[in-house]
């Protein structure tokens, strides 16, 4: 049963986070590791007519950090939660011995998927009852798109 695997907690079907075994991260610490070999940093600093351009390079650098250290290997479930991090909705559902949200009644007003909605929107939660609607496999064949942007 992939679906189940690969299904979050909360409802999410982790392979169509952009974060899942991503590409960027990949090339996001060759490109740091490059910048750092070549003390791109220091370039960046010097004051002069040529690479005036560079002058927020510290920010770059910081975003560049973040993206090579962002790649998730594993699903919630088998990775102990999203990249790791178990999160309150997870610790709920393990504590209550629950394959995931669907099996609680309480999904309406459950105030733990705050944290979700600024990228993921209602999606959770509408996974989460088409999930109790068909079950795992058929709920995930129809689940929402990831993020509120691909609609």
């Known amino acids: 049963m992939k ?12 392979p169509d986070c952009i974060h899942y075994k991503n590409k960027y991260s990949v090339y996001a610490k060759s490109l740091k590791d490059h910048l750092e070999a070549i003390a791109f940093d220091k370039y960046a600093k010097n004051k002069s007519p040529f690479g005036a351009q560079f002058k927020n390079f510290e920010e770059f650098e ?17 990775g102990n939660g999203c990249s790791g991090v178990p999160c309150k909705i997870m610790e709920c559902c393990i504590s209550k011995n629950y394959e995931g949200c669907w099996d609680c009644s309480e999904v309406d007003e459950c105030d733990k998927f705050y944290f979700l909605e600024p990228r993921c929107g209602e999606m959770p939660k509408n996974n989460i009852k ?3 609607k068909d079950g795992i496999d058929k709920g995930m064949e129809k689940r929402d798109n990831f993020y509120v942007w691909q609609k």
């Open 3 to 14: 679906s189940k695997n690969d299904t979050a907690y909360c409802g999410i079907y982790c």
């Open 62 to 78: 910081s975003v560049l950090t973040a993206l090579a250290e962002t790649k998730c290997n594993h699903t919630c479930r088998t």
């Open 130 to 132: 088409k999930i109790k």
